[in-house]
């Protein structure tokens, strides 16, 4: 069957394509694309559809309600089709597909905006003898976290691979907080009843000031009229530059102990404040602010000053960071992905499986060559990598996930039923997690062990540990 592509599906890796002679949209992945070939639009400018039927999305995928609304028939003609079927939901792949749409076209100026703001550039002539960079629109839809459309953001991206050590840049290290961090800012927080704050700096890279001298071209779509031979030489970073996220570390790290900060001797993100028998919190992580403290109201004085250096969003209570769900009440903070456990058993087709009690049999012994039939390796590592993003709050899958993660090159159909047991083991317990609560002594306790020699392959034993602070552990 002849059909027209539309887009991209957004819940699989497939095609959405249009097909004249049932009059719907179909997802599919069984596609031959004819590139030379092209539609008559004179020929089938309209054609008759029920509305109801424009959009056949497959099992539940989600679409947007802005999409169609009227059930009535009408007369259509496909590139309507395509536009109001499409805009929504898929991103555009280039700046020529993006201001065919004015939210598109809205999100690029206010990208442009935040750049000029900022005096990220200047316009200068162009050198022969400098290295001129190019630059590229990334677009994408931010969600919020029940899935619901947020914003458009279009980023104006670097092209950094254009870049020459030594010439365009030097160091590109820049620390971010580790996961073991921020659990024991939570334990903290709920022992002393403190409340934990989330901020949000807009274009943060866009803040991070150059030690080196950059050119690059002028973007598609804001090119200045008569000075289109011209370059802009960075004064700021821009995403995609090598150095950028050193740079906005630079800038925020001098910030915070020019305000009187004490970073952490062995977490750089970590930075303490006191005053006089109080205290304030932050923890940095990329264009992310944690802030928790014994008074609130430094706190808010805290969030204002910040507010007027950096473009920045206050976002209240910290409820959602990095995929994990945070729950908090007085003197108790729950830390769970429930919903992102839920993606998973969807992914993989395993939401309406037997839930287990246990995530692996306590007998099962696993090696390279254990005598069955080999599976697919893409699938494998992706139910692996996911799994191992949910040990963020699940420390009691961690032996389970990491034990099989070492067949990742060769997985067999023993190594994916244990997988699989994994799986049925969360649907049972998606609403899981860490709860950190008020106790009466604030003490450090630590546990490893080792099983001797437990892999069969090589003879290597397997060690592990976990450290609690008072009410539940943030660190295994």
């Given amino acids: 069957m002849q059909g027209i592509f539309v887009g991209y599906s957004t819940i699989s890796k497939a095609y959405k394509v249009y097909l004249p ?9 069984d596609v031959q694309f004819h590139e030379d070939d092209k539609w008559n639009w004179d ?10 039927q424009i959009i056949t999305p497959l099992k539940n995928e989600s679409i947007d309600e802005s999409i169609d609304e009227s059930p009535v028939r009408g007369t259509r003609s496909l590139e309507e089709i395509y536009q109001r079927s499409n805009v929504a939901v898929c991103e555009p792949e280039n ?3 993006a201001q065919m749409n004015p ?5 690029m100026k206010e990208e442009i905006h935040m750049i000029e703001k900022n005096h990220t550039w200047e316009l200068v002539d162009r050198h022969a003898d400098k290295n001129i960079i190019g630059v590229k629109w990334i677009f994408r839809t931010k969600l919020n976290a029940d899935s619901s459309i947020n ?3 279009a980023r104006l991206v670097v092209k950094g691979y254009a870049q020459v050590y030594g010439v365009d840049y030097s160091d590109t290290f820049a620390p971010v907080a580790r996961m073991d961090t921020i659990r024991l800012l939570l334990a903290v927080a709920a022992h002393k009843n403190w409340k934990v704050f989330q901020m949000d700096v807009k274009s943060a890279f866009l803040n991070g000031d150059l030690q080196e001298e950059i050119y690059v071209e002028q973007p598609a779509g804001f090119v200045v009229q008569g000075e289109e031979d011209k370059v802009y030489m960075l004064k700021k970073a821009l995403y995609g530059l090598k150095q950028a996220p050193r740079a906005w570390y630079g800038r925020i790290d001098d910030y915070l102990t020019g305000f009187g900060f004490q970073k952490s001797l062995s977490e750089s993100t970590l930075y303490v404040k006191k005053i006089d028998d109080d205290v304030l919190i932050v923890s940095l992580y990329v264009d992310d602010l944690l802030v928790t403290g014994s008074n609130l109201q430094q706190i808010e004085r805290f969030k204002q000053d910040m507010m007027q250096a950096f473009e920045m969003s206050d976002l209240g209570l910290m409820s959602f960071f990095l995929g994990m769900e945070i729950k908090q009440s007085r003197g108790v903070i729950f830390i769970g992905q429930e919903k992102y456990a839920k993606e998973i058993l969807k992914k993989f087709q395993m939401e309406n499986c037997k839930p287990t009690a246990t995530p692996m049999n306590q007998k099962d012994k696993f090696s390279k060559e254990d005598g069955t039939t080999r599976v697919d390796e893409e699938k494998y590592r992706s139910l692996i990598g996911c799994l191992l993003y949910l040990t963020a709050t699940r420390p009691d899958i961690l032996y389970a996930t990491n034990l099989l993660s070492r067949f990742m090159h060769c997985p067999s159909e ?3 039923r244990a ?3 994994i799986l049925r083991y969360i649907k049972g317990t998606c609403s899981f997690g860490v709860k950190f609560m008020q106790c009466k002594t604030l003490k450090l306790h630590g546990f490893s062990d080792s099983d001797w020699g437990g892999f ?7 060690s592990g540990f976990c450290f609690n602070l008072g009410s539940a552990i943030f660190s295994w």
């Fill in 21 to 29: 002679q049932t009059q719907k949209i179909t997802i599919t992945r």
């Fill in 43 to 52: 020929e089938t400018q309209e054609i008759t559809v029920l509305d109801d």
């Fill in 95 to 97: 700046y020529e597909d």
């Fill in 103 to 107: 939210a598109w076209q809205e999100a």
């Fill in 151 to 153: 914003k458009f953001k």
């Fill in 414 to 416: 023993l190594h994916m």
């Fill in 419 to 421: 997988t699989k047991r």
């Fill in 456 to 462: 069969i392959d090589d003879m290597k034993s397997t």
